[in-house]
């Protein structure tokens, strides 16, 4: 039986994607090849890999504005090091928002002076800043848009006459918005877009090339432009099925059409917690995320009942991290709203039970 997959990532994908996936990797357009052993520098994947880079910018809405997409290795963890390397000469703001807002202050401070603008640490980064100044004399300014451990999503993002830039990872591609405000994005593949290995980064190329230090080839986002994302061998599955995601994702209507669907689901659950008595939502009601839905059971002797009332039912990947505890259901774009409804009612029948 199919699972319902509520994993934070690597995580649930069409399923019309993993058929198509699975048929390439036996045989890719008839090519008597699987899409896995083709040559990278290949007509075939170089189409592959112009297709994934032009769809990512159209669904955004960045085509013919300045912007280029590259699909890299080293998931975000290595964005978190190469925005500060090609971007970071003297001072950056970060808004941390998490356990990945954390990580990548880290790497920043390798690069220069990295002010805090605000911090949801003293509440376990249950909600969003808000209210806060922005200096006029940084390089740039950071956030991360979903919060996939606490259940968090910045809704209004900060204003700032320096670039702005978005760690996305967990939902890129999951609403309508005006990404132009960003001067660059980038996220990890595995929520939204594909399995785990590469990682999309757009990036408005007029911010690049201001910085007076070395910056090694394998970092330099100007390299892997001037490569068009084939500096070295990519990640070519990884990308292959992102690029099957993405005409998924166009075919279903875009970025409108998802966002309907994905409010559809987030209503779904957070109603079945505000009127359970017997759970209670771990983020602030007007910071929940629609992509990670973070919740804890108010009495946790039925912890036991409970989990194996889930698991009966077909349900996976719901345990909520440990910083966290509780339960944390991912919807990601391709999570169904019968895969939630299967879940909300097993959270209606604990009620009757208890």
């Not at 975000?76 to 000469?89: D, E, G, H, K, R």
Request: charged residues 25%.
């Amino acid at each position: 039986m199919k699972k319902h997959n509520f994993s934070a990532g690597p995580c649930i994908l069409p399923e019309e994607v993993f058929k198509e996936a699975s048929q390439a990797i036996l045989d890719y357009n008839n090519s008597g090849l699987s899409v896995i052993e083709i040559s990278h520098r290949s007509k075939d994947f170089v189409d592959i890999m112009e297709e994934a880079r032009s769809l990512a910018l159209e669904l955004l809405g960045l085509e013919g504005k300045g912007y280029k997409a590259l699909f890299l290795q080293g998931g975000a963890s290595t964005q978190f090091l190469m925005v500060a390397y090609n971007l970071l000469q003297n001072k950056a703001g970060y808004i941390n928002t998490g356990s990945w807002s954390d990580k990548a202050i880290k790497e920043a401070k390798l690069f220069g002076d990295v002010i805090e603008l605000a911090s949801s640490k003293d509440a376990n980064f249950n909600y969003i800043p808000k209210g806060y100044e922005v200096p006029e004399d940084l390089d740039y300014v950071h956030c991360t848009s979903n919060n996939t451990i606490f259940g968090t999503q910045i809704k209004d993002f900060p204003k700032s006459n320096a670039p702005l830039i978005c760690d996305m990872s967990s939902d890129i591609f999951s609403r309508q918005m005006d990404f132009s405000k960003f001067s660059l994005i980038y996220a990890g593949a595995q929520k939204n877009m594909g399995p785990a290995g590469t990682t999309l980064v757009v990036i408005k190329e007029d911010i690049l090339g201001k910085i007076n230090r070395q910056i090694p080839s394998m970092l330099d986002y100007q390299v892997h432009l001037g490569k068009a994302s084939m500096f070295n061998t990519p990640p070519v599955f990884a990308v292959y099925t992102s690029m099957l995601t993405l005409r998924w994702l166009k075919k279903l209507g875009g970025l409108a059409t998802i966002e309907e669907l994905n409010e559809k689901k987030a209503n779904l659950i957070y109603s079945e917690i505000d009127v359970n008595p017997l759970f209670k939502g771990f983020a602030a009601k007007e910071d929940r995320s629609v992509m990670n839905a973070t919740f804890t059971l108010v009495n946790e002797d039925l912890k036991e009942t409970f989990d194996a009332m889930w698991k009966e039912a077909g349900i996976n990947g719901v345990n909520g991290h440990r910083s966290v505890g509780g339960y944390r259901a991912s919807m990601y774009n391709a999570m169904t709203i019968e895969s939630v409804a299967a879940l909300v009612d097993v959270m209606g029948d604990l009620e009757r039970k208890a």
